[in-house]
């Protein structure tokens, strides 16, 4: 093959965001990772990627197809695990990264699953429910081939919610001819779901930001904090910092970004997304500039949007004392660089997210067993996954002077290899 034909490999590095973020932040681990690197190229080739055709009938009759994806990075630890997206610029690049992401994420937590992600290219708001309910059926059925509660689990994420996991849950039962509550998390309590899974990434992401807070000395009560994105990361993980007596000075999500140094009040500011599907119009803060969201004075700053947010221009300007990740991939390695630098701490993705598949983790052995826990333990056991991990990548970081996000792909990519060496190639 050509250098040039190379380059058009959608395994290429230089070709596009995110996927190249990833690469670069498993390159940084490798020398670390001693004679298991040896096998880290295994982490740079995802297993298996599925792109199909999702064609529907809209409701006023056109026919129109849309591109699906599944990706499973690595099921070397176990079956594949990871959201579906359902957004206008889902890529396969995307969804190698987001995959690749959930490898490191899963084997960083000790929740035995690979790692694997979903998408379609659409922008959920612009089609009725019916019609997303046929998509999600089509693109359920299409990739059925490669998705089981044993083979790969998918879960909600952004522009996916619990209905869709219903519907994907229901499409992929009548394939099978029997009920398979186990197929997807993040359902709904009634089929199978698991009580506190929805709010479970928000609540990941403040206990995160707490243990951070407690080693660095940046206590959560009355501390500043800027969250970009209101979903169901955003929205939740804010009104946890509230609660525990922050104050959120400033929002943003795809249609507006709003200020008010007194403190956001989060439950009227949540009302009005839910009412209006955006922050837009929400009289309880005064709106800001786009950029200047970026230089507000804060203890936490939480990106919890898309990926490759915070770029080196705006790693340069940020005022905040700590950075937790609630959204995949939202740091670019040249801007981790300038934060490092600038002795800013970035709780990763990796870590800092982790809560919304490891209560997915606690549906499906739920889901297995058909006996359910109450909230009580649900929220109990992640706190003690959360904190177990954190506490690990923490005192590894310290010992080796890594940053946290070297030192979880560490000890995530010694399990992958790990089990890599021990399963060894076949045939
Ligand atoms: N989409 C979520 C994530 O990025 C949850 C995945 C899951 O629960 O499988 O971590």
């Known amino acids: ?32 990772l ?75 937590l000790g929740l035995p699953f690979g790692g694997a992600k979903g998408g379609v290219r659409i922008d959920p708001r612009g ?5 997303l309910e046929r998509i999600t059926r089509r693109y359920t059925s299409e990739i059925g081939i490669v998705i089981g509660p044993g083979k790969d689990i998918p879960a909600p994420d952004i522009g996916t919610s619990e209905q869709t996991m219903a519907w994907m849950m229901d499409t992929y039962s009548m394939n099978v001819g029997h009920t398979a509550s186990g197929v997807v998390t993040g359902k709904p309590v009634a089929l199978g779901g698991s009580l506190g899974r929805q709010e479970a990434t928000g609540r990941g992401v403040y206990i995160a930001a707490r243990e951070a807070g407690i080693r660095v000395g940046v206590p959560i009560d009355a501390a500043r904090v800027v969250v970009q994105g209101f979903g169901n990361v955003g929205g939740i993980a804010a009104r946890i910092f509230r609660e525990n007596g922050a104050k959120v000075i400033a929002l943003q999500d795809a249609e507006a970004t709003l200020c008010n140094p007194a403190g956001i009040d989060i439950p009227a500011a949540l009302a009005h997304a839910a009412a209006h599907g955006s922050l837009s119009g929400f009289f309880g803060a005064e709106p800001l500039g786009e950029e200047d969201f970026w230089q507000l004075e804060c203890e936490y700053f939480v990106p919890a949007a898309l990926e490759g947010q915070l770029t080196p221009e705006r790693a340069r300007g940020l005022r905040a004392r700590v950075v937790v990740e609630g959204a995949n991939g939202p740091t670019t390695p040249a801007a981790d660089d300038i934060l490092h630098e600038r002795d800013i701490l970035v709780i990763p993705d990796v870590l800092a997210n982790a809560g919304g598949v490891t209560v997915s983790y606690f549906e499906w052995v739920q889901d297995f067993s058909s006996f359910f826990w109450s909230e009580e333990e649900i929220n109990d056991r ?9 506490d690990a990548i923490w005192r590894l970081a310290q010992e080796r002077k890594l940053s946290i996000r070297t030192a979880a792909f560490v000890i995530a990519c010694k399990r992958v290899l790990a089990a890599r060496e021990q399963r060894g190639l076949y045939p």
Do not use: C
């Open 382 to 390: 992640l706190e003690s996954i959360m904190m177990k991990a954190f």
């Open 34 to 108: 001693g004679s298991l690197s040896r096998w880290i190229e295994t982490l740079k080739h995802p297993k298996r990627i599925l792109v199909v055709d999702v064609p529907i009938v809209r409701d006023d009759g056109a026919i129109a197809h849309y591109e699906g994806y599944r990706v499973q990075h690595n099921l070397s630890r176990g079956p594949g695990k990871g959201g579906v997206r359902f957004h206008a610029a889902v890529t396969l690049n995307e969804v190698m990264a987001l995959a690749g992401w959930m490898t490191i994420k899963n084997a960083a």
């Open 127 to 131: 089609f009725s429910a019916a019609e």
């Open 1 to 32: 093959m050509t250098a040039a034909a190379s380059r058009l490999s959608y395994l290429d590095p230089a070709r596009a965001e995110p996927w190249a973020s990833f690469i670069e932040q498993i390159d940084r681990v490798a020398p670390h």
